[in-house]
């Protein structure tokens, strides 16, 4: 029962800063949080929305199959973050977008508008529920088996808190609610990382050496090019998905138009993007350690089977998980409102619409969730990143040919394309699997954004844009 106070003492106080910071709020505050968030508290909240509570539980175990190459990864996210900052914030300040599809409507065409946003919109419900299923799954196995409360009250009991504290303020309450959970995701972190040390009898050098010793510390793949770890793909596939997931996701960059100016913003996505690779490394750091104290769990079980022989762990785990995970799913049902509301809608001024958006994402959100641990048998992270290179893809494509062209498309053709993409884009892998043994890895995501960015080349219209 200790667990389940301190996760109710830790939502009432997000519950009592969103009654601060939703006092008279309005669509603008649930939308923009009437652009005038200090650009310092949105970096560090977005350190936290960045980490869900797949990477507490995933990323340490990663260590028993592919040692620190996730870091490589984690490189092109730096990359991909100066991308976002240099070349597509400061294209939505200038538009002065509410969502990021809005661009576009005005670019390619109101069916290309639509397109994106429903490809938007069922892309973040996938990945967050996946997300939000981690910190569901944790709490039915440590608190609510042993009480008899079914899984499915379980998901709806914490749908519910994150309901309750995002239903007014918005985004104007996640810039705030963002910093606290980042501050106790990482507390968490070193707490789990000190305590596992200690029963190692290593003082903090010791360690850092010790894992620096490790054969499990390599991090570069330079040898093997049908490795999907390969160093060149995990930088290039990093580079890539920040720029889908961040650049062209209207979750991460809601919270980075709330920022004052272009200046303010370019500066918070440049600050977090330097902070998420020496916090991976310090989840990768974990499990090296992890498999020192005992190397018989593998995987996602790693952390989870130490924390679980642990119990003077239970509660900062616990809380570091719900921190992660209400991060997430919080600000991605903000988001999936926002879009639906202004970009399905096209009504941004309706406050009960929004409120009743709000509620319904919520609904949808636990069905899904229930839905997950039906079929789920495959490692979360890389189930978040198979669903993003499908999904994300299209939306890659779209943009990147808004951009990078200056040609007009067969409106009315891009929703059969960005749907196609992604089929070619599985029978591509199957067979490239089937016949050559290469196994794609997450450059699937650039393969999937060149077959949509090509199809629409190829079905563009013949006049130009007018300058």
Known sequence: MMIVTVVLC???????????TGRGATNDTFFRARRRAPWPMVAFG????SISGVTFVSVPGMVTTSQMTYLQLCMGFIVGYVVVAAVLLPLYYRLRLTTIYTYLEGRLGPRSYSTGAWFFLVSKMAGAVVKFYVVCMLLQQFVFDGLGVPFIVTVAMLVLLIWLYTRRGGIGTLVVTDTIQTTILLTALLLIIHNVTSQLGLSPSEAVRAVADSPL????VFDDTAS??????????GAFIVIVMTGLDQDMMQKNLTCRTLRDAQKDMCSYGLVFLPVNLLFLALGVLLTMLSGAATGDHLLLDYVQSASQLAVPFTLGIVAASFSTADSALTSMTTSYCVDICRRPDDELLRRRVHLAMCLLFVFF???????????????????????????LGLFAFG????RSVDDGLVPYVCIASPLVCYAVQAAADAFFGYHFGYELLMLNGLLTFLSLFVRRKSTRLRV
């Open 10 to 20: 830790y939502f009432l106080l997000l519950y009592a800063v969103s009654r601060w």
């Open 46 to 49: 977005m350190v936290g929305a």
């Open 217 to 220: 510390s390599r991090v570069f």
């Open 228 to 237: 999907p770890h390969h160093f060149v793909k995990q930088l290039l596939s």
């Open 369 to 395: 969730i229930v839905m997950f641990r039906m079929v789920n048998s495959t490692s979360l992270l890389d189930a978040v990143y198979t669903l993003v290179s499908y999904t994300y893809g299209p939306l």
């Open 403 to 406: 951009l990078f062209t200056r």
